[in-house]
Each structure stands twice: as C-alpha cells, then as structure tokens.
C-alpha cells in the first residue's frame, strides 16, 4: 500500500505530536481573539492528519438505501481500473479511470498523504505538474498539494462539496520548501492564512505579489473554468492585476479559501458523462460586486442548517457500480 510509514516510530511519539498539533491549534484560536478570526479559521481548516490513519471500520449495513454516499465512497483505497471518466456534476458524481498526482515532483509536493486525495482525472494530473512548472517561472517555489479527489471520487466525509469528479484541486498558499518534506511535515505542517484578522483584505505581513501571480498563472490555462478564493484575496486581486484583467472573471471569491485556493478545470474533450458547471459571469469581477462579501452578515453568517446527505440514488447510475466494484 502506498504511504505506509515506517512502524519503528512508536506510539509514543506519534501521541506527542499529536498533543503538540492540537495544542497549537488551540493556541492559534486563542490567540485569534475576534470572532471573526475564529470564524475564518473553523470554515477553512486544514486539519492536521496522522501518521498512523486507522482504516475506517466495515459498514453495518451498506446495501441500505439510505446509507451516504460518502460512507461508501470514502471506504474505496482503490480506483476504479479502465479508461478515465468523469461522471456526473463537480457536486454530484463519481471517477473511473483515476490517476494519483506522484506526492514528490520537480516543482510539487503533495501534503496531507494520509487522507489518500491526491487522485484526479489525468487531466487534472496532467494540469498540475504543467501548472507547477508555470508557477516556479513567476517566482514560486513549487506548490503544496492539499486535496485532490478519492480513488472513485465522490463525496468525502470532510471538507468538501465538489471534489467528485476528479476535476478539482486546492494548492496552498505557502510555497513548497527546497527539501523533500518527510511524512511528519506534510501531515502536520500547517498553511499560511494570507486574510487579514478582520477578513476585509489580504495580511500584508504574508500576502506578496508573486502569489497574484502564481493565480494569475493558474487561471491563464485554458484548462482551468474557475477559481475560488476567498473575498479579500479577490480584492487584492483586483487591486493587483493592472491592465492584463481578462483571468479575472474565473477567479471567484468564496468562503473560507483564505490558506489555499481552489481550482476547477473543465470536463476534458469527449467525456460525454461529464457535467459542466456554467462558466463564470464575464467581467472582472471587480469593485462594487464584491460589497455583498464585506457585509456584517456575510463575513459573520448565523450558523447554516446542514444539508441531508447525498445517497447513491443522488448520483449518476453508473457511480453505484463503480463504488461497489471491489
Ligand atoms: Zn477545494
């Protein structure tokens, strides 16, 4: 199995950094103090993971209708073998034919190893490593790769929504380091929040102009339908791209998206059962279209009520097959 670690670390250590992990996490919050900062953090995690990850335990009743989708899904290690296809919507399918993103490139390195995401349509593989390279000709140092899709794709028991079809990626906004990142560093590293506290524009302290560049870069590939980032980095944004602003319209802002971004590319040529997302309003996206995301309500939304999950039955025909697919 990919990403085994190495048994002769004991239990013990494992603990410590466990302990330490949260313990900073729990500083981090602390420190934060407004409640806005608090907020931002809890919508955007990027949890630490675990050296050990323990495999999820068998469902008692898999086969019941209303079993979630996220529950078989996340259960498959595997992909599904054959050619790649994208089944369904980015919100509401399934991958066959997956390839795994290799976890060290020239110019990437995967992070987070243990919640084993780093699988896409080879298109999207393809489009990462070509984006890599890009990025280090802006001055970038290489990307660190959060999640990509599981082995099927599907709906995943954390994080996300999209991520289903293998047309997805988020890259943090911290630059790879020059050394290879050992097992430790990539699941509990942290990333680097670029949003100021009070989320009303970028942190000048980490914010730099290569990483308008390295966006710039992303939404540049004609592969590439949308980017989501959070609001104030579309501002800045903005404030940054000078007279080249036609990128601008695939660059989205979101929730949360404040230590990474998200990109999105299109259902590759000739992929029939592939459902496409409408494309993004024209136009920069710029100014006065972005004051709904600096309201009091926006920035401090009550507590959403959260949706019924997704079951088989809310997916393409085929995605039950290949979940079922041993
Ligand atoms: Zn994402």
Same mark, same amino acid.
């Given at each position: ?33 407004? &409640? ?35 529950? %078989? ?167 940054? &791209? ?72 809310? %997916? ?11």
């Amino acid at each position: 199995m990919r990403h085994k670690f190495t048994r002769n670390n004991s239990k013990k250590k494992v603990s410590l950094m466990l302990a330490a992990a949260r313990l900073f996490a729990a500083l981090v919050l602390t420190a934060a103090g407004p &409640a806005g900062a608090q907020e931002k953090h809890l919508i955007d995690p990027t949890p630490p993971g675990s050296l050990n990850p323990e495999p999820l335990p068998p469902l008692k009743n898999p086969d019941a209708p209303s079993t979630p989708a996220k529950e %078989l899904f996340a259960r498959k290690t595997t992909p599904f073998p054959g050619p790649p296809r994208s089944i369904g919507g980015y919100f509401d399918g399934c991958l066959a034919g997956a390839a795994a993103l290799p976890i060290t490139g020239p110019a990437w390195q995967v992070m987070r190893l243990s919640r084993n995401r780093n699988w896409g349509n080879p298109q999207l593989v393809r489009f990462i490593e070509q984006f890599a390279e890009n990025a280090k000709k802006v001055g970038w140092n290489g990307l660190l790769v959060g999640d990509m899709s599981q082995p099927r794709g599907g709906p995943m028991l954390s994080e996300h929504k999209s991520h289903q079809i293998g047309l997805d990626a988020d890259i943090w906004f911290t630059a790879m380091p020059d050394h290879v990142q050992s097992r430790e560093e990539r699941e509990f590293g942290s990333a680097i929040d670029v949003v100021a506290p009070d989320q009303r524009d970028v942190d000048p302290q980490v914010w730099t102009h290569t990483h308008t560049e390295l966006i710039r870069t992303a939404a540049q590939d004609p592969a590439v339908v949308r980017i989501l980032v959070n609001a104030a980095i579309k501002k800045a944004l903005c404030r940054e &791209a000078g007279t080249d602003r036609a990128w601008l319209f695939k660059v989205r802002p979101w929730y949360g998206h404040a230590e990474h971004f998200h990109v999105q590319i299109a259902c590759p040529a000739g992929s029939e059962e592939c459902k496409p997302q409408a494309p993004p309003r024209p136009g920069d996206g710029c100014g006065h279209e972005l004051d709904f995301w600096f309201k009091q309500s926006t920035l401090h939304p009550p507590p959403r009520k959260p949706k019924p999950d997704l079951t088989l039955a809310g %997916l393409p025909p085929a995605c039950r097959q290949i979940v079922k697919a041993p």
